[in-house]
């Protein structure tokens, strides 16, 4: 079992940044799997970034050149520092790892952007 705790959410204004953590309560140095995804009322889960492997990195389009995804081994952790926000990110940003075959989320961060 693999627990998470994400922090690092809070309120802020348009254009500014923030920097989530995801801490894993296990080491993470052989998890290759390991996103960061948002959800609003009503809406579903979205995929908003992934990091493969120690540095392989995707990002969903709305969110390219401003948002970066990064690992840290020793630490246990995976950041998503946000960039350049804007109102629309705001969201729940839950992290995600996959060891193994099962897939463990964290329990959601609140990112309010005001405009």
């Known amino acids: 079992q693999v627990q998470l705790v994400e922090s690092g959410g809070g309120l802020v204004q348009a254009g500014g940044s923030l920097r989530l953590s995801c801490a894993a309560s296990?080491?993470?140095?052989?998890?290759?799997?390991m996103g960061w995804y948002r959800q609003t009322p009503g809406k579903q889960r979205d995929l908003v970034a992934l990091?493969?492997?120690?540095?392989?990195?995707n990002y969903v389009a709305s969110v390219k050149g401003r948002f970066t995804i990064s690992r840290d081994n020793v630490k246990n952790t995976v950041y998503l520092q946000m960039n350049s926000l804007k109102p629309e990110d705001t969201a729940v940003y839950y992290c995600?790892?996959?060891?193994?075959?099962?897939?463990?989320w964290g329990q959601g961060t609140q990112v309010t952007v005001s405009s």
């Open positions: 995600r790892m996959k060891l193994g075959s099962v897939n463990y």
């Open positions: 296990t080491s993470i140095f052989r998890i290759n799997d």
């Open positions: 990091i493969i492997g120690s540095s392989s990195t």
